[in-house]
Protein backbone atom coordinates (compact mmCIF):
# COMPACT_ATOMS: atom_id res chain seq x y z
CA UNK A 1 0.00 0.00 0.00
CA UNK A 2 2.62 2.07 0.83
CA UNK A 3 4.57 1.65 -2.36
CA UNK A 4 1.39 1.97 -4.48
CA UNK A 5 0.92 5.86 -2.83
CA UNK A 6 4.41 6.78 -2.69
CA UNK A 7 4.80 5.58 -6.90
CA UNK A 8 1.22 7.27 -7.47
CA UNK A 9 2.94 10.17 -5.67
CA UNK A 10 6.14 10.26 -7.79
CA UNK A 11 4.41 9.73 -11.02
CA UNK A 12 2.15 12.97 -10.07
CA UNK A 13 5.62 15.00 -9.36
CA UNK A 14 6.52 13.70 -12.65
CA UNK A 15 3.89 14.68 -14.97
CA UNK A 16 3.73 18.22 -13.34
CA UNK A 17 0.54 17.59 -11.22
CA UNK A 18 0.02 20.98 -8.77
CA UNK A 19 -2.25 22.61 -6.98
CA UNK A 20 -4.42 24.65 -9.80
CA UNK A 21 -4.37 28.08 -10.07
CA UNK A 22 -6.63 30.07 -8.25
CA UNK A 23 -9.37 31.81 -11.08
CA UNK A 24 -8.71 35.52 -11.45
CA UNK A 25 -10.37 38.17 -10.06
CA UNK A 26 -14.08 39.07 -11.84
CA UNK A 27 -13.59 41.84 -14.52
CA UNK A 28 -16.29 44.83 -13.52
CA UNK A 29 -19.26 44.30 -16.25
CA UNK A 30 -17.98 45.63 -19.40
CA UNK A 31 -20.82 46.66 -21.93
CA UNK A 32 -20.05 44.95 -25.14
CA UNK A 33 -18.90 47.21 -27.97
CA UNK A 34 -22.00 46.59 -30.43
CA UNK A 35 -24.15 47.79 -27.30
CA UNK A 36 -25.43 46.28 -24.20
CA UNK A 37 -28.40 44.69 -25.72
CA UNK A 38 -27.46 43.35 -28.43
CA UNK A 39 -24.92 39.75 -28.43
CA UNK A 40 -21.34 40.34 -30.19
CA UNK A 41 -22.32 39.40 -34.05
CA UNK A 42 -19.66 36.22 -34.98
CA UNK A 43 -17.21 37.39 -38.40
CA UNK A 44 -17.65 34.16 -40.51
CA UNK A 45 -16.26 34.16 -43.82
CA UNK A 46 -18.41 31.13 -45.36
CA UNK A 47 -17.02 28.71 -48.13
CA UNK A 48 -18.70 30.12 -51.18
CA UNK A 49 -19.47 26.75 -52.05
CA UNK A 50 -20.83 25.76 -48.14
CA UNK A 51 -22.96 28.74 -48.32
CA UNK A 52 -24.36 27.33 -52.07
CA UNK A 53 -25.78 24.22 -50.17
CA UNK A 54 -26.77 26.21 -47.16
CA UNK A 55 -29.09 28.12 -49.48
CA UNK A 56 -30.33 25.30 -51.50
CA UNK A 57 -31.27 23.45 -48.36
CA UNK A 58 -33.05 26.81 -46.69
CA UNK A 59 -34.85 26.33 -50.15
CA UNK A 60 -35.52 23.51 -50.12
CA UNK A 61 -37.01 23.39 -46.48
CA UNK A 62 -39.70 26.14 -47.73
CA UNK A 63 -38.11 29.71 -46.75
CA UNK A 64 -38.39 32.33 -49.58
CA UNK A 65 -35.43 33.49 -51.70
CA UNK A 66 -35.00 36.50 -49.46
CA UNK A 67 -35.57 34.72 -46.34
CA UNK A 68 -32.65 32.15 -47.21
CA UNK A 69 -30.05 34.85 -48.52
CA UNK A 70 -31.38 36.70 -45.24
CA UNK A 71 -30.56 33.70 -42.50
CA UNK A 72 -27.18 33.40 -44.61
CA UNK A 73 -26.38 37.00 -44.00
CA UNK A 74 -27.17 36.68 -40.04
CA UNK A 75 -25.09 34.04 -39.42
CA UNK A 76 -22.35 35.37 -41.06
CA UNK A 77 -22.13 38.51 -39.07
CA UNK A 78 -21.00 41.58 -39.96
CA UNK A 79 -19.45 40.12 -43.44
CA UNK A 80 -23.14 39.13 -44.42
CA UNK A 81 -24.74 42.70 -43.57
CA UNK A 82 -25.10 43.99 -47.04
CA UNK A 83 -26.45 40.92 -48.15
CA UNK A 84 -29.28 40.70 -45.16
CA UNK A 85 -30.36 44.63 -46.50
CA UNK A 86 -30.36 43.51 -49.87
CA UNK A 87 -32.55 40.36 -49.10
CA UNK A 88 -34.77 42.52 -47.42
CA UNK A 89 -35.00 45.28 -50.33
CA UNK A 90 -36.22 42.41 -52.62
CA UNK A 91 -39.68 41.84 -51.01
CA UNK A 92 -39.79 45.60 -51.45
CA UNK A 93 -40.05 46.03 -54.61
CA UNK A 94 -36.10 46.69 -55.34
CA UNK A 95 -33.96 45.38 -58.20
CA UNK A 96 -31.67 42.50 -58.11
CA UNK A 97 -28.99 45.34 -58.81
CA UNK A 98 -30.64 47.68 -56.73
CA UNK A 99 -30.45 45.43 -53.49
CA UNK A 100 -27.01 43.58 -53.97
CA UNK A 101 -25.02 46.51 -54.97
CA UNK A 102 -23.10 46.89 -52.04
CA UNK A 103 -22.41 43.00 -51.42
CA UNK A 104 -19.09 41.69 -51.76
CA UNK A 105 -17.52 40.24 -54.06
CA UNK A 106 -17.44 36.90 -52.24
CA UNK A 107 -20.89 36.83 -52.35
CA UNK A 108 -21.26 37.48 -56.26
CA UNK A 109 -20.99 33.37 -56.78
CA UNK A 110 -23.75 32.87 -54.35
CA UNK A 111 -26.24 35.75 -55.91
CA UNK A 112 -25.51 34.45 -59.60
CA UNK A 113 -27.83 31.32 -59.37
CA UNK A 114 -30.17 33.48 -57.16
CA UNK A 115 -30.81 36.64 -59.65
CA UNK A 116 -32.08 33.79 -62.36
CA UNK A 117 -34.41 32.39 -59.86
CA UNK A 118 -35.73 35.30 -58.38
CA UNK A 119 -35.92 37.06 -62.12
CA UNK A 120 -37.23 34.55 -63.95
CA UNK A 121 -38.69 31.81 -61.93
CA UNK A 122 -36.57 29.09 -62.40
CA UNK A 123 -35.70 26.70 -59.77
CA UNK A 124 -32.86 27.65 -57.85
CA UNK A 125 -31.29 24.11 -56.34
CA UNK A 126 -29.77 22.61 -59.52
CA UNK A 127 -28.14 26.39 -61.01
CA UNK A 128 -26.99 26.33 -56.81
CA UNK A 129 -25.91 22.82 -57.17
CA UNK A 130 -23.56 23.49 -60.35
CA UNK A 131 -22.49 26.45 -58.96
CA UNK A 132 -21.21 24.44 -55.66
CA UNK A 133 -20.11 21.88 -57.80
CA UNK A 134 -18.21 24.56 -60.59
CA UNK A 135 -16.30 26.22 -57.08
CA UNK A 136 -15.72 22.83 -55.96
CA UNK A 137 -14.05 21.49 -59.52
CA UNK A 138 -11.65 24.61 -59.54
CA UNK A 139 -10.60 24.52 -55.92
CA UNK A 140 -9.28 20.44 -56.58
CA UNK A 141 -7.72 21.94 -59.98
CA UNK A 142 -5.59 24.80 -58.03
CA UNK A 143 -4.65 22.74 -55.67
CA UNK A 144 -3.62 19.91 -58.21
CA UNK A 145 -1.80 22.37 -60.15
CA UNK A 146 0.20 23.85 -57.12
CA UNK A 147 0.80 20.12 -55.82
CA UNK A 148 2.43 19.65 -59.45
CA UNK A 149 4.13 22.93 -58.98
CA UNK A 150 5.73 21.27 -55.88
CA UNK A 151 6.80 18.34 -57.28
CA UNK A 152 8.82 20.25 -59.88
CA UNK A 153 10.41 22.64 -57.84
CA UNK A 154 11.43 19.97 -55.41
CA UNK A 155 13.24 18.20 -58.31
CA UNK A 156 15.92 20.60 -58.48
CA UNK A 157 17.26 21.01 -55.15
CA UNK A 158 17.01 17.06 -54.84
CA UNK A 159 19.18 17.12 -57.85
CA UNK A 160 21.91 19.19 -56.91
CA UNK A 161 22.33 17.65 -53.38
CA UNK A 162 21.38 13.70 -54.36
CA UNK A 163 23.52 13.47 -57.69
CA UNK A 164 27.03 14.76 -56.25
CA UNK A 165 26.61 12.87 -52.90
CA UNK A 166 26.21 10.01 -55.68
CA UNK A 167 29.13 10.91 -57.57
CA UNK A 168 31.65 11.15 -54.43
CA UNK A 169 30.39 8.19 -52.29
CA UNK A 170 29.11 6.15 -55.29
CA UNK A 171 31.07 5.84 -58.43
CA UNK A 172 34.71 7.89 -57.80
CA UNK A 173 35.49 4.76 -54.99
CA UNK A 174 34.07 2.26 -57.93
CA UNK A 175 36.38 3.75 -60.48
CA UNK A 176 39.05 4.19 -57.91
CA UNK A 177 38.95 0.79 -57.10
CA UNK A 178 38.88 -0.32 -60.46
CA UNK A 179 41.59 1.56 -61.47
CA UNK A 180 43.68 0.52 -58.43
CA UNK A 181 43.25 -3.20 -59.65
CA UNK A 182 43.61 -2.32 -63.39
CA UNK A 183 46.99 -0.54 -62.69
CA UNK A 184 48.00 -3.12 -60.28
CA UNK A 185 47.53 -6.18 -63.09
Given amino acids: MLLAVASLLAI ?26 EPAEPDLELDPALACDLIAATLRGGASIPAALAALGQACGHRGRELV ?23 RVVLAPMRESWERGVAPESMLRAAAADIRARRSAAA ?3 AERLGVSLVVPLGLCLLPAFVLLGIVPAVIATGGLLLAG
Fill in 85 to 107: IGARMLPLGSSWDEAFARVEEHW
Fill in 144 to 146: REA
Fill in 12 to 37: GALLGWRRPAPHPPAEPDRVPADGPD
